[in-house]
């Protein structure tokens, strides 16, 4: 059932907020507990249609659209268009592996939260608290006497026989006692609005960042309901992890916390670079660290530095390729060892994956007993493992009325494949999926469906039409955290996740979306608002001030390479355009310009090595050049160097700001659109080009802004500006040497063309008005050490950057310092006079620049020289 808004304000008696909103909200689906008037739908459709519309919203849901005001409801198109775009200015994407329209899509997220009244989120808070106590127990036992498998409490099948039971850590006792610092478990409602769980995750949960930004905006957009309903906050637990997480670590309170990811192509990676930034941590990938006498270390520009605390955002069998996969490069060689002795807390503990398997659910209620001596609050849905053959016998004869899961999710080893709802089957697919229950009944786990309860979703309208409330099912993941040895608490909010249809599954690899949860505070308790911030109020200034960015070899080959790809992507959107006007203006039959245009865009990937140079056939050369720009395969013109800049900017993107990352992504995808359009097209004129080359440099010219202005000065800065540097020094020394080469000097189209590239024009005519003299141009370009495209001020300027990177004393230098050229010794009498003299300067400003590229890779990035600050791995 769906409604408009059409009507909403036309005519009649003026209603409040919340009789509109009944009015425009159509009911849940049969037999599926409405939330927004927090009452079960009838069973039949048609009882459905006998409802009056206006049936009463809950009273929180009423108040939440009373606090919209009767102009609010009217305006809901606009502020999702307003959601969409926030979502698209912060960059949220999440990764989805089956979208063939890329591997990246902005996050989906719903407009209006779930809102949790006092008295069920208490059921929920009490009853998951609960629940992480028992599965710490059960994985202290497994991986410790294992009484319950002796007891026959747990099957020793289905624990032994998980991929994710880890038997290299039988007997490891972590770091204060605790297994499971981080427990998220998924929730559904049914008919009689209980909430039920439905999983649990162990491993690596994820949604502990994305419901953070969920929070931000939908907060920024409600900010009356926000504030007036009393929802609770959620940075407080977000501290108490901190803490929680340092003081179980071998050094307390001075421990370095890492979080470990799987890197950019991971379909959570947005989340751990958000998390690693709003929690304070570094971010890692396994390539980062390395294991030394059985202790962890992080490897930095300024050596190995101990990490004592690692949040893991990967799966175990990934973590060590020495004990587990061995063709993980993932994880780190050794790091079990350091687990084992103690020197590390890895959070959650390795080895919890054998607590996701649906299967368990079946055995918590008698583990829950026998553990604990309580009943469980929180109950499950009713689960039979396969395995065994009383609970095979039962579910059978009505397969089609269950869910039908696999026993060790993800393991294709373990016969892994997609849950399945039976009333989906057809009778010959209930007999089949019966056949391979029969068949292989460990791997098959069953679960009673639920029809789960439904959420409104506001869906925008079209352009100059209206939106409309849908019904969507909803699950909410809830989340607890350790915030001391074997105490945890339970954020107060968590991760919506809606259904793309009204029976679909709320997935997001399914095409669904996500929600805000707001948790009210309970004033009948006297429960206030708590305000904390995620800084300790106990952190002094002086402590925060002594706190240093480390920067890891990976973060700085990164940074070192997003300062060379944007620089030459300048570099040849300046070229390419620049050959573009020459092929069309008043200097097109000039042939030193035209060979010296062919040479120098021939060397720089922006044509194919067997097109004719622009002095055999102008227009040929031309349509290459154009049909180039947007190549990422053949030629590496400006697209290619855009994808790569992209690249090595998504693997710093905790260190970017989003103003720069949107631009980085918005220069990108603006080239690789048009290109796309004009490939279509039957002709792709050279102005077109030009334009869409300007528009490029203007994209690049506030990327280079943000990197000038908008980023700290540390060592990461600094390689970032040394790799620019190296870039500039080699292109515009092999520029010259071929305008040399080639003759463009001398004449005045190829003059001008070189000044252009140079980027000089304007400051040479300026000082040196129409003069063609080739020491004008050698000293405004070679020498002048005041003009930042010259190679005076290029060479002069990595002088000094490499000094202080080598932390050499003021007016000393660095070690590869000396090994850029000294403009100091450059004469401009010498050079404009002696062509061989010339060609040497610009030939060592080359080598100069190839070498030190080199150097630098081993000296900080694979630490396999020889310098002074080589690692030794």
């Known amino acids: 059932m769906e409604s408009n808004i059409e009507s909403l304000f036309d005519g009649g008696e003026r209603q409040s907020p919340a009789a509109l909103a009944a009015s425009l909200a159509p009911h849940a689906s049969a037999g599926h507990f409405d939330e927004l008037r927090g009452t079960a739908a009838p069973e039949s459709p048609d009882a459905i249609k006998s409802i009056a519309q206006e049936q009463a919203l809950a009273g929180d849901w009423a108040e939440f659209f009373n606090h919209l005001g009767p102009g609010g409801l009217g305006n809901l198109d606009t502020l ?5 775009r926030q979502i698209r200015d912060n960059g949220v994407t999440y990764n989805v592996y089956a979208d063939a329209n890329g591997p990246q899509r902005p996050w989906a997220l719903d407009l209006f939260p779930l809102v949790v ?47 994710g039971y880890l038997r290299t850590l039988h007997g490891v006792r972590p770091a204060c006692g605790t297994h499971l610092h981080i427990a998220a478990f998924d929730l559904g409602r049914g008919p009689d609005g209980n909430w039920w769980v439905v999983s649990q995750r162990t491993q690596a949960p994820s949604g502990l960042g994305y419901l953070l930004e969920n929070r931000l905006i939908i907060s920024r957009l409600f900010p009356q309901a926000f504030e007036g309903m009393g929802v609770q906050r ?25 979080l470990l990811t799987p890197g950019p192509y991971n379909e959570t990676y947005f989340e751990h670079a958000y998390l ?50 061995s063709d993980s490069t993932l994880g780190v060689p050794g790091l079990l060892q350091a687990v084992r002795a103690g020197n590390v807390l890895v959070a959650n503990a390795p080895g919890s994956a054998f607590l996701e398997s649906p299967a368990l659910l079946g055995f918590l209620p008698a583990l829950s007993r026998h553990l604990l001596g309580e009943e469980l609050l929180l109950p499950a849905l009713p689960t039979w493992w396969c395995g065994e053959r009383a609970a095979l016998d039962e579910v059978l004869p009505q397969l089609g009325e269950y869910a039908i899961k696999p026993t060790y999710p993800g393991a294709a080893s373990h016969g892994s494949f997609d849950a399945v709802l039976g009333h ?16 292989q009944g460990d791997e098959h786990t069953v679960q009673q469906n639920l029809p789960l309860s439904q959420l409104p979703s506001w869906r925008g309208g079209a352009p100059g039409g209206s939106g409309r409330m849908v019904q969507r099912p909803v699950m909410l993941r809830v989340f607890a955290v ?105 200097n097109q039959s000039s042939q030193p310009l035209l060979k010296w245009l062919s040479a120098l865009t021939r060397y720089c990937g922006l044509v194919l090595p067997d097109v004719p140079p622009a002095t055999q056939s102008r227009r040929v050369f031309e349509r290459s050049l154009i049909a180039s720009l947007g190549d990422v395969a053949g030629a590496t013109s400006v697209a290619s160097n855009l994808q790569a800049l992209r690249s090595a900017a998504s693997a710093v993107r905790e260190r970017l700001s989003r103003e720069q ?51 700290t000065r540390d060592d990461g800065w600094r390689l970032l500006s040394i790799g620019r540097h190296i870039e500039r020094l080699a292109f515009l020394a092999g520029a010259l040497s071929r305008a040399l080469e080639t003759g463009a000097l001398d004449d005045d189209g190829g003059f001008e063309a070189v000044l252009s590239l140079f980027d000089s024009t304007i400051t040479f005519h300026a000082q040196y008005q129409q003069s063609r003299e080739m020491s004008a141009l050698l000293d405004l370009l070679v ?20 000094a202080r990177l080598a932390g050499a004393a003021e007016g000393e230098p660095g070690l590869l310092s000396l090994k850029v050229p000294q403009p100091a010794r450059w004469n401009v009498a010498e050079i404009s006079g002696n062509d061989a003299l010339l060609h040497g300067l610009l030939d060592g400003c080359m080598d100069a620049a190839f070498g030190l590229s080199d150097d630098i890779s081993a000296m900080y990035f694979t630490h396999s020289g020889d310098g002074e600050f080589s690692l030794g791995v």
């Open 80 to 84: 999702t268009t307003q959601l969409q």
């Open 424 to 439: 989906h089957l057809s009778p010959r697919e209930i007999d089949e999926w019966a056949g391979r229950i029969l068949r």
């Open 661 to 711: 990352w949107n631009i980085i992504v918005q220069a990108d995808d603006s080239l690789r659109r048009r290109c796309a359009e004009a490939a279509a097209e039957a002709e792709w004129s050279p102005v077109d080009a030009l334009r869409l080359l300007e528009s490029t440099s203007a994209h690049l010219a506030a990327i280079t802004g943000a990197q000038t202005d908008r980023m």
């Open 783 to 802: 020498l002048d050490r005041d003009n930042p495209r010259s190679l005076g001020w290029v060479a002069q300027t990595l002088h000094g950057r490499l």
């Open 234 to 258: 959620l940075a407080a637990t977000y501290r108490a992890l901190m803490d929680g997480l340092r003081s179980m670590s071998p050094a307390g309170a001075d421990s370095h916390i890492a």
């Open 276 to 325: 690693a930034r709003y929690l304070g941590v570094t971010l890692v990938e396994g390539s980062d660290l390395t294991v030394r006498d059985q202790r962890l270390y992080l490897k930095t520009l300024q050596g190995l530095e101990p990490v004592h605390g690692l949040l893991k955002r990967l799966d175990d069998e990934f973590l060590d390729p020495l004990e587990l996969r």
């Open 117 to 163: 009244p006092p008295q069920a989120w208490q059921q929920i808070e009490t009853g998951v608290l609960q629940r992480v106590r028992l599965l710490d127990r059960v994985m202290a036992d497994v991986y410790g006497p294992q009484e319950l498998l002796s007891r026959a409490l747990l099957p020793p099948a289905l624990v032994h026989g998980h991929p």
């Open 482 to 586: 350790s915030d001391g040895p074997q105490s945890w608490r339970v954020l107060p909010g968590g991760l919506v996740r809606l259904g793309s249809t009204t029976a679909g599954i709320a997935s997001m690899q399914r095409g669904g979306s996500s929600a805000d949860a707001w948790v009210r505070v309970d004033s009948a308790r006297g429960e206030q608002v708590d305000r904390t911030t995620l800084l300790h109020p106990h952190d002094a200034p002086v402590s925060v001030a002594q706190r240093k960015r480390l920067v890891t070899s990976r973060a700085a080959e990164n940074l070192f390479w997003l300062g060379r790809y944007t620089e030459r992507a300048e570099n040849t959107v300046r070229l390419a355009a620049i050959t573009l006007e020459s092929l069309n203006g008043e």
